[in-house]
């Protein structure tokens, strides 16, 4: 059964944002790669929510009533996003904290010497808090190296880092500086071979590929909705057995929640996971029928073909231009390899320059590192001011994808 192939114009439609104008032209949103803007369905739930069901849970009173149902169904809704179980879902501030309470509770379990490794690709919020506990509990990090010539995972030299002692192989699904995609089947496959966790940072990648934690074979999940058309807010997905047994921060009352929810210290915020709801049922209604699942399977199905098509347009559009630097894969031949998120450097600019430089035409990018800070001193990029980043998203058009080119190459 063929994709559903995606009505950009539509799309753009439901996103007040993209009304926005600089100097009476069309303001161009290419910084999603640090959050996307977010259709009305989402605004309007989250308004509901706060107007309308502003109680706390577990009351008798239907406003808390209807609070405990839409939490309820937030966790289905986040379990459909992510190919988990309702029970599996954590919800917190922001998949960091996330990361960081769940680090520590994971430490809790291992011994003196135990290894963890991370990769040069990961946002910094899959690297820091493993650094941090292995100080806490006397633990050993490693870290995978990227090859610099493409921007890939070097997976030999990950290989080579197992060791019986492994605990967990923390590495990113979506690499949030040079938009590389590592080979999650052979990461899986290596860690499963000595026992260790999979533990695997999803925020880059859910705005453009499917998530899948069960298919994928992985242990512990994070996502972002801000990056994906949502809230602020953070999710983590938790294999069932692995949710129960960690070991969890709690107040006294709540020690006996199940699973996943054990991770969850203190009132949520019910606007955000009001909004979450809606951002995956938009997501899913860009797909065809079928169930919640299979539309989000047709969606992103027609959002990665809309967005590879915008990512050789961009590629072939700086083919030639000496002036810019790319970092990582640039071959239009290799895009299972990643999404369309583009790191780069302009000759004889700084890339804060740069950014200002665009901002002043509407064109909005990011400058520095991008808390992927391995990645950014693995490149020598770090003491230059780290990069320019320009992502597309599925309300990305081609003539926006055009301006950024014929805008870079002004700068030549």
Not at 316 to 331: F, K, N, P, Q, S
């Amino acid at each position: 059964m063929d994709a559903p192939v995606l009505d950009v114009d539509l799309v753009r439609t439901q996103f007040p944002a993209l009304a926005r104008t600089h100097d009476g032209a069309p303001f161009a949103y290419f910084d999603g790669p640090g959050g996307s803007q977010v259709p009305l369905a989402v605004a309007d739930a989250m308004t509901q929510s706060l107007l309308h069901a502003n109680a706390n849970c577990g009351g008798a009173f239907s406003t808390s009533v209807e609070a405990d149902a839409a939490i309820a169904e937030a966790r289905v809704a986040a379990a459909d996003f992510t190919g988990s179980r309702p029970e599996e879902i954590a919800f917190g501030p922001n998949a960091t904290t996330l990361q960081f309470l769940l680090a520590h509770a994971a430490a809790r379990t291992f011994e003196p010497g135990d290894e963890i490794i991370t990769t040069e690709l990961d946002h910094d919020s899959n690297v820091a808090q493993w650094l941090r506990v292995a100080e806490d509990h006397g633990l050993v990090v490693h870290q995978a190296r990227l090859h610099r010539t493409d921007g890939t995972l070097d997976l030999h030299h990950l290989e080579g880092l197992l060791s019986p002692r492994t605990r967990v192989v923390a590495f990113t699904l979506a690499s949030n500086h040079l938009g590389t995609v590592p080979p999650v089947a052979a990461i899986v496959g290596l860690a499963r071979s000595v026992g260790a966790l999979t533990w695997a940072d999803g925020v880059h990648y859910a705005p453009h590929r499917r998530l899948n934690r069960e298919a994928m074979g992985l242990d512990v999940l994070f996502t972002s909705p801000y990056k994906w058309f949502g809230p602020h807010l953070g999710i983590a997905s938790i294999r069932l057995d692995l949710a129960q047994s960690l070991p969890a921060d709690r107040v006294r009352p709540a020690e006996e929640e199940p699973a996943g929810h054990r991770f969850e210290t203190g009132t949520q915020s019910h606007e955000a996971i009001a909004g979450m709801t809606a951002a995956v049922d938009y997501l899913a209604s860009l797909g065809g029928g079928g169930t919640r699942r299979e539309r989000l399977d047709a969606a992103y199905a027609a959002i990665r073909a809309h967005e590879d098509a915008l990512a050789v347009r961009f590629l072939a559009g700086i083919e030639g231009m000496d002036h810019i630097v790319m970092h990582g894969l640039r071959d239009p031949a290799r895009l299972d390899e990643r999404v369309a998120t583009f790191s780069f450097g302009v000759e004889g600019a700084p890339p804060a320059e740069v950014a200002r430089r665009l901002a002043q035409q509407g064109i909005a990018v990011w400058d520095g590192n991008f808390y992927a800070l391995s990645a950014s001193e693995a490149l020598g990029l770090e003491a230059g001011g780290g990069a320019v980043r320009a992502g597309f998203l599925h309300y990305t058009t081609p003539a926006e994808v055009d301006r950024l080119v014929d805008a870079l190459g002004e700068l030549g």
